[in-house]
């Protein structure tokens, strides 16, 4: 096992941080639409916002660990998390989607201007009465000819206010279990199709979201992502890219902290000495470490695992737990650590506040839990064998 990078990703992690640092801004989150653009069109010709796209349609064909390790630059490089998120939301979300499950017409059509950035994705899935129970969508898909008019709403959907493309799951099939759930891409302004009002979230605030409304939005049947039915496999799919590379961007902010922390330990004095001399201290500093480290291993092994192909569910679920539960701890560490500075606003609190959804989106930690307990044998038909026996 081989746990560096080989010389070409390094030097492209490497190019990305200086990149991120240098043109994606400070900490403060920016909710001016055409400054979000811009900074996006600036990681486009960087080639994040496509990097595990093929170079056919116009992105980098990165492979799973090339590209996480990109992520991890942004996230170290890019204070503004929110807007590392929003990239990694559209790439693994949206974009993937439509680059493993779209037809030759459909590819040539989205991906070029998604990869380069010239356009922005969004994937809506998520409704009020439909968060961990996905399969239970209201959002309803009615086939009329060739088309198909949708009719529901979603909320918590990550890019909306700014989107170009909607990647969207309708119920075709209500109550039809896996198979009731159908993918549609369609381009934002078509007919039916609003977006509310920006959210005002704790954390993430670099990262727009809303909710999104269908009112007899009809989308044509050529539109229709993978086939009618095949939903539910298009957003697992989905979230195997997410839970692996996405949460490569806390990885970076987790280090890009973590550092900070460590030079605050040496820096600050107490009682005549620094206090990173103080046993209290540097024990807890090094248990963020290995929270960091051990996350890391377990989503570039998930990440090694997309590369070969393979169907493992559990090392995605691990790495997203691992990754999140790790940021969210790290962050109340470094706030700790700071003392009083730690809830001035500085970066210890803004990462503690951009930390918290990570345990909630892609699937809440309970699920998580659930998907791994299930995959491992506990409960369910497996443990009632067992009794039966």
Not at 69 to 95: I, K, P, T
Request: with cysteine; glycine share 12%; hydrophobic share 40%.
């Amino acid at each position: 096992m081989n746990f560096d990078f080989d010389t070409e990703t390094a030097e492209m992690r490497d190019m990305v941080e200086r990149f991120a640092r240098r043109d994606l801004g400070g900490g403060t989150a920016s909710h001016d639409p055409e400054d979000f653009r811009r900074r996006w069109q600036l990681a486009g010709k960087q080639g994040l916002t496509g990097a595990s796209v093929p170079a056919a349609y116009g992105g980098s064909g990165l492979g799973a660990v090339t590209t996480a390790a990109l992520m991890e630059a942004l996230g170290y490089g890019c204070a503004d998390q929110g807007f590392a998120f929003s990239v990694a939301a559209h790439l693994f979300a949206a974009v993937m989607p439509i680059t493993e499950f779209g037809t030759e017409e459909q590819k040539q059509r989205w991906l070029p201007p998604l990869a380069s950035g010239e356009a922005i994705a969004a994937h809506a899935i998520t409704e009020p009465a439909a968060g961990s129970d996905a399969l239970n969508l209201r959002t309803r898909a009615v086939r009329e000819g060739d088309a198909y008019v949708l009719n529901g709403s979603k909320c918590f959907t990550t890019n909306s206010p700014v989107a170009d493309v909607f990647v969207l799951q309708a119920a075709t099939s209500p109550g039809g279990g896996f198979f009731g759930l159908t993918t549609f891409v369609l381009a934002a302004g078509t007919p039916g199709l609003t977006v509310g009002p920006r959210y005002d979230k704790v954390g993430l605030q670099g990262s727009p979201m809303a909710d999104v409304y269908l009112t007899d939005c009809v989308v044509p049947a050529a539109d229709v992502l993978g086939e009618e039915g095949s939903g539910a496999g298009v957003f697992s799919s989905s979230m195997k890219w997410e839970r692996t590379c996405l949460f490569a961007t806390y990885l970076g902010a987790m280090r890009r902290v973590l550092e900070s922390t460590r030079e605050h330990a040496r820096e600050r004095e107490q009682f005549g000495r620094a206090i990173g001399g103080f046993q209290a201290v540097s024990h807890r500093i090094v248990d963020m470490t290995v929270r960091l480290e051990s996350a890391r291993l377990m989503l570039y092994k998930a990440a090694s695992g997309l590369d070969a192909g393979s169907d493992d569910e559990i090392a995605p679920a691990l790495a997203k737990l691992a990754v999140s539960e790790a940021a969210v701890q790290l962050g109340l560490d470094a706030v700790q650590l700071r003392g009083a500075l730690g809830i001035l606003g500085g970066e210890a609190e803004t990462f503690l506040r951009d930390a918290l959804p990570s345990r909630i989106f892609s699937g809440t930690n309970e699920i998580q839990k659930n998907n791994v307990a299930r995959a491992l044998g506990l409960g369910g038909r497996h443990s009632a064998k067992r009794r039966q026996r």
